[in-house]
């Protein structure tokens, strides 16, 4: 019984195994960062870290992996060098960093740290020496020797002539009176310094970089008998003001602060939080036109938006920035925040000219710059930053320029500046009213749009809307890019000049001579009110040409067997609509015979059943027509009993038709646009010609 009390708590142990240890806390994101530059260095010997340093500056990182292959920090060259881990030194003779640094006072851990200028300081006060040397448990972010160094001149001499009232309540600000090691280093925390209670600032960033009051840390955690060092690179400051209470006292943010009453921001930005606000200043504002500025500032919603748009949702020091980041606004829109050398960035331009104005708060960057969101834009400003000048040309030129950018609630469908590569059509009436075509009685966004939905346009037509796997499509028309949402106005860019539809199927096939053959066939197969009634169809309409090319044996055949013809001429009628946006590598479409087409789109090319389609997109208001140059035979087309009612009649109809089809086309000259496309005018029966060649939409 005894050995059995002895054994079971050794196999209950067992059983619980790994479980039954507590888990290891997850490291900090500097932890991690030293930990990957610890492994970089292990093949130099233990304890040796791989620190990248800047080309010309003393400026060193911790390297990350991303940083490690990319060689580079704020876009500029680094040098990989090698060196003692924190809290190790080298043993002569021996490699790598094998001893562990001895432990001593705050005061002698300065010294090690290399703070001499910070520990030489201290000894200037009468009482901060004694403290450090003496039992307690402090911790000190020192200023490196280069920070101490890098102060304006007026600033130290009025440090240094009174040590012991100046200076030392600089250094008792860098101190709090417990040992705080970097995993406690929290984002947006504060920590309670021993200089009258005033909080610091500390934010400890995803890539590992932990900042006080925005000073980065160069090395943590230096271990002390009576604390711990964190060694920095800038002296730090005071901090009483918030955010609104520093835009209120300084002169270059006097448009700003006008701006921010106006909005009823003040109360967020004097409020509790940590906010990054990439202030505007009055030279930022004056740069703007004055229409567009008044106008803004006349609109409390669009004023708003603005503001929120120079709000980030969290506090960025620019020592946290190192490479690229995506930062999100409290409009919702997201900033490319970068940097290049000492300078930083907002969307590629360097347009920040003071950085790291430390608040209760957060920190302020001035930018001399505005930062004007979409939803604050007219559709014409939105215009001047897309691929749609030139459509937005010909609406002004049309006298169409309010509505783009007056208060009415539209969304804009603007064809791609590519599709003009061959021109622009004259600017008239019939121009006018196909541009009336392009605006949407509504303020839209794509993501909400659905298969089959009807929109009105402002020009009075009724456009459907197509959803593809890779397009999303308003009539022959796809969006190429993501919308733009403004103030009233949302902008759709569109890889084509839209087409509305003009009568159905068989209106379109009757009033365009190349497929006079086939309206005869249609009508002598009996399905002129199939392709009449309301339907979604799309027909592969064989020319004149192609009827002419088959064999005349093979032609009669056809001819003369009233099912066979029905069932070739159903094989060419797909039973949805399918523009050339739609298509991508293999469309497999089902015909109104039950066979199924093989549609395809290659270099811009369109094919069914591997035979070019000659013309796309030939827009009716049950369907779209394709036209092709041969006539597709279905893959099991078996001999059908021949009807005898209609042979003689419908050889007849054939001729007259193939007679008529060499006949001038009617009166009416249609309006030339780009790239071949045609509007139709009034009753004279034209449709509108596809494109030969189509940009396919890129719908992301």
Known sequence: MALLGQLLPLALALALGPAATPASPAKSPYQLVLQHSRLRGRQHGPNVCAVQKLIGTNKKYFTNCKQWYQRKICGKSTVISYECCPGYEKVPGEKGCPAALPLSNLYETLGVV??????????????LRPEMEGPGSFTIFAPSNEAWASLPAEVLDSLVSNVNIELLNALRYHMVDRRVLTDELKHGMALTSMYQNSNIQIHHYPNGIVTVNCARLLKADHHATNGVVHLIDKVISTISNNIQQIIEIEDTFETLR????????????????????????????????????????????????????????????????????????????????????????????PIISNKDVVATNGVIHFIDELLIPDSAKTLFELAAESDVSTAVDLFRQAGLGTHLSG???????????????????????????????????????????????????????????????????????????????????????????????????????????????????IQSAGLTETLNREGVYTVFAPTNEAFQALPPGELNKLL??????????????????????????????????????????????????????TEVDIMATNGVVHAISSVLQPPANRPQERGDELADSALEIFRQASAFSRLAQG???PLRLPSGQVEPLGNTGHVTEGLHSRRRACWR
């Open 114 to 127: 290399g703070a001499t200028t910070t520990q030489l300081y201290t000894d200037r006060t009468e009482k």
């Open 258 to 349: 006008a701006a921010v009453a106006a909005s009823g921001l003040n109360t967020l930005l004097e409020g509790d939080g940590q906010y990054t606000l990439l202030a505007p200043t009055n030279e930022a504002f004056e740069k703007i036109p004055a229409e567009t500025l008044n106008r803004i500032l006349g609109d409390p919603e669009a004023l708003r938006d603005l503001l929120n748009n120079h709000i980030l949702k969290s506090a960025m020091c620019a020592e946290a920035i190192v490479a690229g980041l995506s930062l999100e606004t409290l409009e919702g829109t997201t900033l490319e925040v970068g940097c290049s050398g000492d300078t930083l960035t907002i969307n590629g331009k």
């Open 560 to 613: 003369g067997n009233a099912k066979e013809l029905a069932n070739i001429l159903k094989y060419h009628v797909g039973d949805e609509i399918l523009v050339s946006g739609g298509i991508g590598a293999l469309v497999r479409l089902k015909s109104l015979q039950g066979d199924k087409l093989e549609v395809s789109s290659k270099n811009n090319v369109v094919n069914v059943n591997k035979e070019p389609v």
């Open 407 to 521: 208060t009415e609630r539209l969304t804009l469908l603007a064809p791609m500046n590519s599709v003009f590569k061959d021109g622009t059509p004259p600017v008239d009436a019939r121009l006018k009213n196909l541009l009336l075509n392009h605006m949407i009685k509504d303020q839209l966004a794509s993501k909400y749009l659905y298969h089959g939905q009807i929109l009105e346009t402002l020009g009075g037509k009724k456009l459907r809307v197509f959803v593809y796997r890779n397009s999303l499509c308003i009539e022959n028309s796809c969006i190429a890019a993501h919308d733009k949402r403004g103030r009233y106005g949302t902008l759709f860019t569109m890889d084509r000049v839209l087409t509305p539809p003009v009568g159905t199927v068989m209106d379109v096939l009757k009033g365009d001579s190349r497929f006079s053959m086939l309206v005869a066939a």
């Open 667 to 669: 009166p009416g000259v």
